[in-house]
């Protein structure tokens, strides 16, 4: 089963412009975590927020996350055609912090 | 760097067969993850271990698929008899303790069945 749900499912920019994506999770976290997952390869981890945290920041990545309305919002700049890949939000939860993923929003950057 | 070590990278076999996945996580990684990726679609949580025994396998169909990692170290994944719909990429993942941190991914096992 599905925890989050990304929100666009597929994004095309051009080289250089911001890219935004949103996931949504329905029940309580620990922690939320982004992925990228580049074609028929395994997930590599981005950025990791707590709940008790609202924004992070990682090199040309910024995260937000809001616990009252069961959101987060990840944000590159500057983007480049190597950030071309898939990217998931996964929910940490319960005492065995079960890690759960969303579906997945596919970024094309145009060079 | 340390690697999550999958085999094979590809399997093709034909439907009622046995199939096994195998991997080895980050040496002293005490969390071990199976996921199954289908296609345009996020990973799904199979199995996972902490140290050798199953913290969470309620998603595993235990008809068919059975998950073993008997020293705690690295892990087996078995799917028999193989059906048609389980054609996907099957991902492990490891993480260096229980709760709140990072996943390392393997390149995946892609499973084919005819």
């Known amino acids: 089963s599905q925890q989050g749900e990304e929100d666009p499912q597929a994004l095309s920019i051009q080289e250089g412009e911001n890219a935004t994506m949103n996931c949504s999770y329905k029940?309580?976290?620990?922690?939320l975590q982004w992925y990228r997952q580049n074609s028929g390869r395994g997930l590599v981890h981005l950025i990791l927020?707590?709940?008790?945290?609202r924004e992070k920041h990682s090199g040309r990545l910024r995260v937000t996350l809001d616990t009252s309305k069961k959101s987060s919002s990840l944000l590159i700049t500057a983007s480049r055609a190597a950030d071309t890949a898939s990217y998931f939000c996964?929910?940490?939860?319960?005492?065995?912090?079960?890690?759960?993923f969303g579906i997945g929003t596919k970024l094309q950057v145009i060079p | 760097e340390a690697e999550v070590a999958q085999s094979p990278r590809y399997k093709i076999t034909e439907k009622s067969q046995a199939v096994a996945f195998w991997c080895d996580p980050i040496?002293?990684?005490?969390?071990l993850y199976w996921y199954r990726q289908i296609l345009g679609q996020g990973p799904e949580l199979l199995v996972q271990?902490?140290?050798?025994?199953?913290?969470?396998d309620s998603q595993l169909p235990k008809d068919r698929f059975s998950a073993e990692r008997l020293k705690g170290v690295d892990s087996t994944l078995k799917i028999q008899p193989a059906e048609l719909g389980d054609s996907a990429m099957y991902l492990c993942?490891?993480?260096?303790?229980?709760?709140?941190?990072?996943?390392?991914f393997g390149s995946g096992t892609q499973l084919s069945v005819l």
């Open positions: 040496s002293g990684h005490a969390t």
């Open positions: 927020i707590r709940s008790n945290e």
């Open positions: 271990f902490q140290d050798e025994s199953v913290v969470d």
């Open positions: 996964a929910t940490g939860a319960g005492g065995y912090q079960k890690v759960t």
């Open positions: 029940t309580s976290i620990n922690n």
């Open positions: 993942a490891s993480s260096l303790r229980l709760g709140g941190e990072k996943l390392f």
